[in-house]
């Protein structure tokens, strides 16, 4: 079948907006902070976790960490929700992050932590109750601007309290991401531990990033 050169662009860009559920005209990092400035503070943000070496952290980590931190600190956000189990290596994503965050002045009882989530969606449905189970009804997710975007879809359909969205403006970041505090890891880590690679297969892992794989419960 022939295809005019013309209308093809317009065909993939039609495709493209469906497959992403029209991400491309979500709003962006700036506009997401304006919003959240005008209804501060929210209870507690959830942070999604990444992968942790053993080393040092990542620059995906040290955004997250430092974007929570700087809300905290403006008194955007009162509390905040590291999520994520030993995913990828033998270090529990969540503890790392908070051990990241109580080196740069937030204190432990500000500090919550959801270790089960071995995916973003996770990440958020799991931090969730915890935070209605702690009383929290106004929250947030603070993490990059692009895992931001993919889970603006899942937050508005999946839960009954609504969830904001305060991703991080990379200029505001770059202004403070010169820190590098210590932490001596081992409390996050986990002895006999197995990557999800070895104990998932491809195609249960892209469940999981769908969120196929959680047993939703009632509300």
Not at 58 to 77: D, E, F, P, Q
Not at 110 to 120: G, L, V
Not at 144 to 151: A, R, V
Not at 177 to 193: C, G, L, M, R, Y
Request: charged residues 25%; positive net charge; glycine residues 6%.
């Amino acid at each position: 079948m022939k295809i005019n050169k013309l209308k093809y662009p317009l065909l993939v860009l039609t495709l493209l907006v469906a497959i992403s559920g029209c991400t491309f005209f979500r709003p962006g990092p700036a506009k997401l902070f304006r919003r959240a400035v005008k209804n501060e503070p929210y209870d507690v943000i959830i942070v999604p976790g990444c992968p942790f070496d053993g080393k040092e952290w990542s620059l995906a980590m040290k955004g997250r960490v430092i974007w929570a931190v700087y809300l905290v600190k403006k008194g955007i956000a009162k509390n905040i929700i590291f999520s994520g189990g030993s995913v990828y290596s033998p270090y529990v994503e969540a503890k790392i992050m908070a051990l990241y965050a109580e080196q740069l002045g937030i204190p432990k009882e500000k500090i919550f932590i959801e270790d089960k989530a071995e995916h973003t969606t996770e990440n958020i449905y799991y931090s969730y109750h915890i935070a209605k189970n702690l009383g929290f009804s106004k929250m947030a997710v603070a993490s990059d601007p692009y895992q931001s975007n993919l889970l603006m879809g899942f937050t508005k359909r999946r839960f009954k309290l609504p969830i904001a969205h305060i991703p991080y403006i990379i200029d505001t970041l770059k202004t403070i991401d010169k820190v590098n505090p210590f932490i001596n890891p081992e409390s996050a880590h986990v002895d006999n531990f197995k990557s999800i690679v070895e104990t998932q297969s491809k195609w249960h892992r892209l469940r999981g990033t769908q969120g196929k794989n959680i047993k939703f419960e009632k509300e």
